[in-house]
């Protein structure tokens, strides 16, 4: 197995996110709290027992998609250092984060945003651990011959948990098909130091042509070559029946009881696919809800439907009115298949509320969604 030692810094003080630790030297009147591991490669998820398909297998690279099977890529520095492996069957990956000081909001635990920037940064690793290109968000070599790129179609995202600064998660992706014009990606999100699942996610994704800005079918050449690392069976993150990651989402209708106008995009909000990354519209979401309401709750669940791009040059506003809490059940539910715990068993402790995106000048839809918040525990 590949070697490699990282520097001091990153051993103080990106432990969690590097695998690649050696013995460290004891300074003088400092006990370590534990025994320094011995310089490996573990993958992240696994123990020294288990023989998994890890992204760094050799000193000679790891295995492509798009060079056909049992053939060799060059291992990037990136792919030497990140903390993921492919499952046993290679049909999911699971990478391990640390939560920075830089992820986390006023109490110290991590912004929905931060979980939202993970699952997506998860999803890209595990594409190029499996070969995929690194020009876009998971193209293959059919799609890049067409100027063919995924954009997200619906997001939703379950947080149960929010883990703290300097806290470790493990986050588990897989991808399958979804009709003849898309593709969903689910996650399950993890303490690793417990092992409890704190969070949820699933996505579905669309097939745009990347110069004229259209949808289009998935063709066979492109389904063969993605779904070649799919599950073999259907695999969901939720299972449960009238789970509500497949609540439709209705328009809101002016007049808004809240609302934030005239948003701006910033340069840094644009992706690789020259337009508004899809996590930026949380914040956007979130900007109008109440403050008194972001002051006594916590976000539980957001379902976001995406209904057209946005460009650096949109003005965008924000509306959000008030829902009566549905699908109870769904919401209090005890543990699910996936081992969700439910949070609160009152359901007086939950809000709802609708929420649209819309351009400034002409109205036209950006963004529908919906959002479901719980009372923060006491402290």
């Not at 011995?38 to 992204?55: E, H, Q």
């Not at 914040?283 to 650096?312: A, F, K």
Request: charged share 25%; net charge positive.
């Amino acid at each position: 197995m590949m070697k490699l030692s990282c520097n001091a810094v990153d051993q103080i003080h990106g432990g969690a996110q590097c695998r690649f630790l050696g013995p460290q030297k004891r300074r003088p009147g400092y006990a370590p709290r534990r025994k320094a591991a011995p310089a490996s490669v573990v993958p992240c998820g696994s123990s020294l027992k288990k023989k998994g398909i890890v992204a760094v297998v050799s000193d000679r690279g790891v295995v492509g998609a798009e060079n056909g099977p049992g053939r060799v890529e060059p291992l990037s520095l990136a792919d030497r250092l990140r903390q993921g492996s492919l499952a046993e069957d290679g049909k999911s990956y699971k990478e391990c984060f640390i939560v920075r000081s830089y992820e986390v909001g006023m109490n110290k635990t991590a912004t929905v945003e931060t979980i939202a920037n993970l699952l997506q940064e998860v999803g890209c690793n595990h594409a190029q651990v499996v070969g995929f290109s690194t020009d876009g968000f998971a193209t293959t070599t059919t799609m890049r011959k067409l100027h063919l790129i995924w954009v997200t179609a619906r997001m939703h995202i379950e947080i149960y948990k929010y883990p703290a600064w300097s806290d470790v998660v493990e986050i588990e992706t897989w991808c399958q098909g979804e009709g003849r014009i898309g593709t969903r990606r689910d996650w399950i999100i993890k303490d690793y130091a417990t092992g409890k699942v704190i969070g949820r996610a699933t996505s579905k994704w669309v097939m745009m042509n990347q110069d004229t800005r259209r949808l289009q079918k998935v063709t066979d050449d492109v389904r063969e070559e993605h779904l070649v690392f799919a599950p073999r069976e259907l695999r969901l993150a939720f299972p449960e029946p009238n789970n509500s990651s497949l609540k439709k989402i209705a328009k809101l209708e002016d007049p808004a009881e809240y609302s934030r106008l005239g948003l701006v995009p910033r340069r840094a909000d644009l992706d690789m696919n020259q337009h508004v990354n899809n996590v930026t519209y949380i914040g956007w979401v979130l900007d109008s809800m109440p403050q008194e309401v972001i002051d006594s709750h916590e976000l539980q669940t957001i379902t976001l439907d995406y209904r057209r791009e946005c460009q650096q040059d949109d003005l965008v506003d924000s509306l959000t009115n008030v829902e009566r809490v549905e699908n109870a059940e769904a919401i209090l539910g005890s543990k699910g298949t996936n081992g969700s715990p439910a949070a609160s068993e009152n359901r007086n402790d939950y809000r709802q509320f609708l929420h649209l995106l819309r351009i400034s000048g002409d109205g036209s839809e950006i963004n529908r969604g919906c959002t479901v918040w719980r009372k923060k525990p006491a402290r």
